[in-house]
């Protein structure tokens, strides 16, 4: 079966590290990722995605992303059965991230700066930061 996504969005947030009870780094995030339809007011529909990676994916992710830069997270998409306060479950779905890429350049870094590009990418296969 195949079970791949790529998103582009912005971060609505900054990632934060976390470590689960056996010691494994996890971060999460959430892309806000406008679609090309509008409503009747004439502002764009905006999706809220929830991101998360692990090890050395969340590793890179709370070190270098932040609050508003324009990334493309290539990965898979899972879904969690989940209960509310009253017993009510729903389901949750969210992208497991296995490749970052920047899409934007940072405000005021020169342009021949690699970790400034839109070819910066850090992959989960990959054991080295790339800049």
Not at 17 to 37: C, E, I, K
Request: hydrophobic residues 35%.
């Amino acid at each position: 079966m195949l079970n791949h996504c790529e998103i582009m969005g912005r971060l609505t947030r900054n990632p934060e590290l976390r470590y689960t009870t056996s010691g494994t780094q996890v971060t999460s995030f959430t892309l806000a990722n406008d679609t090309p339809h509008k409503r009747s007011d004439g502002s764009r529909v905006t999706h809220f995605i929830d991101i998360v990676a692990w090890r050395k994916m969340a590793e890179f992710a709370a070190k270098y992303l932040t609050k508003g830069r324009l990334i493309v997270v290539e990965g898979e998409i899972s879904m969690k059965s989940r209960e509310d306060k009253d017993g009510k479950s729903y389901r949750v779905f969210e992208i497991t991230a296995d490749k970052i890429h920047f899409a934007d350049t940072r405000s005021g870094a020169p342009a021949s700066d690699n970790a400034a590009t839109s070819d910066a990418s850090f992959s989960a296969d990959s054991g080295d930061v790339p800049f």
